[in-house]
């Protein structure tokens, strides 16, 4: 009797087993054929000949990487392959992008942070519930999350294809925001693959109430409005001289100081983006008014205003927010109201040789 009371008393004690990293996938993707051409300390970025690369990127990447491994908490410790491509045979049907079961991505112009975000997140698990794993890593796209919505509606989705992702991504960084990734982390790893209402089940065991109560919380307090992760981070200010900013540089796909494609996404189209090189710099304005945008007829221009808040009410975000873009124009001159603030300026180009590139910003009067 006591030797039987000793096995049970030890099998209680006995550690829940770890959950499965892409890691334990290892070796599993078969690599496509496509040449290496930029290695950082994290990514080994393959791009394909169809699709450009210039030599900033890679550095934003690693950047985007470290800052999402430090956000959840994590210290990296496997490689990332990835590849720039087409994902046609490499990723489930009807999927844009993919990172896969032992951590590769392959994605085109686009969906790069998304999936970058997933491959981040492999050092927590493979995979998770629709809700969590999709809602993660779209949290760290560079783009507004406005779509607050009882996410009881989805948070029981057995697929991807049944979930709104910013709706996911919305209540996931106030989950993040308010009760630290720690917590999140728990749900993250015991949540069930396949989703359905035992995930309901966990986030109440995990946050320690009741889901009802859990999601009424979050619709009370959420912002309406969540500015983006690294919004203007490691952009340089640019200086104005007697109140006029002149920006002359010289777009070279092969310097660091060039970037391209350009993926900052936007509720408005942007023609030919995943061929578009870019470099940004930094704005103060001090006097509200309107702003003349000077520039070549070919050079696109978007402005962005930084906003250190990291929710925003409806109201504020009315008030504060902008994100605007300046196409090509023959006339070559573009005119915008600008309050008192931090402004992140990208200024776009169509791939090409290396060539100047100039932009005059100034208060107009009319």
């Given amino acids: ?60 990447y690693e950047r985007f990487h470290r800052h999402v491994a430090n956000e959840l908490s994590i210290t990296p410790t496997e490689r990332v392959p990835l590849f720039i491509m087409s994902p046609g045979g490499h990723c489930p049907p ?19 942070w998304h999936e970058l975000t997933h491959a981040v997140g492999c050092a927590w698990r493979h995979s998770s519930a629709p809700p969590l794993s999709e809602g993660l ?67 109440a065991d995990v946050y320690g109430q009741d889901i009802d109560d859990l999601v009424s919380e979050y619709l009370a307090s959420a912002p309406h409005m969540w500015v983006p992760h690294r919004q203007c981070a490691d ?7 007697a109140g006029i900013w002149q920006f002359d540089s010289t777009f070279d796909c092969d310097d660091p100081s060039t970037y391209g494609p350009w993926e900052r996404l936007s509720d408005e189209y942007w023609p030919d983006a995943d061929t578009t090189m870019y470099q940004s710099f930094l704005i103060e304005v001090a ?17 962005e ?8 009410t409806e109201q504020q975000a009315e008030a504060l927010w902008l994100k605007t873009g300046l196409v090509p124009t023959l006339q070559g001159d573009s005119d915008i109201e600008l309050a008192p603030g931090t402004y992140r300026i990208d200024v776009l180009r169509a791939f090409a040789p290396p060539h100047p590139v100039s932009l005059r910003i100034e208060p107009f009067s009319g």
């Fill in 1 to 60: 009797m006591g030797l039987a009371l000793l096995i049970i008393s030890g099998c209680g004690t006995e550690e829940p087993p770890r959950p499965a990293t892409c890691a334990d996938f290892s070796g599993a993707t078969e690599l496509p054929d496509i040449p290496l051409r930029y290695s950082t300390e994290y990514l080994d970025i393959y791009v394909s000949e169809d699709q450009i690369m210039c030599a900033g990127t890679p550095v934003e």
């Fill in 287 to 303: 006097t509200p008014g309107t702003y003349r945008f000077s520039r070549e007829i070919e050079t696109g221009v978007w402005v």
């Fill in 137 to 203: 890593a779209t949290v760290f796209e560079p783009s507004p999350l406005t779509a607050k919505t009882d996410p009881r509606i989805f948070l029981t989705a057995e697929s991807s294809w049944d979930l709104g992702y910013e709706q996911s991504a919305h209540f996931v960084r106030w989950l993040l925001e308010e009760r630290g990734p720690e917590v999140f982390y728990q749900a993250y790893v015991t949540s069930p693959t396949s989703g359905g209402d035992k995930v309901t089940e966990v986030l």
């Fill in 94 to 112: 009807d999927v844009a992008a993919c990172r896969t079961s032992d951590g590769v991505v392959f994605s085109p112009p686009g969906y790069t």
């Fill in 305 to 312: 205003r930084c906003l250190d808040e990291a929710g925003l």
């Fill in 235 to 241: 952009v340089r200010r640019l200086e104005p001289n």
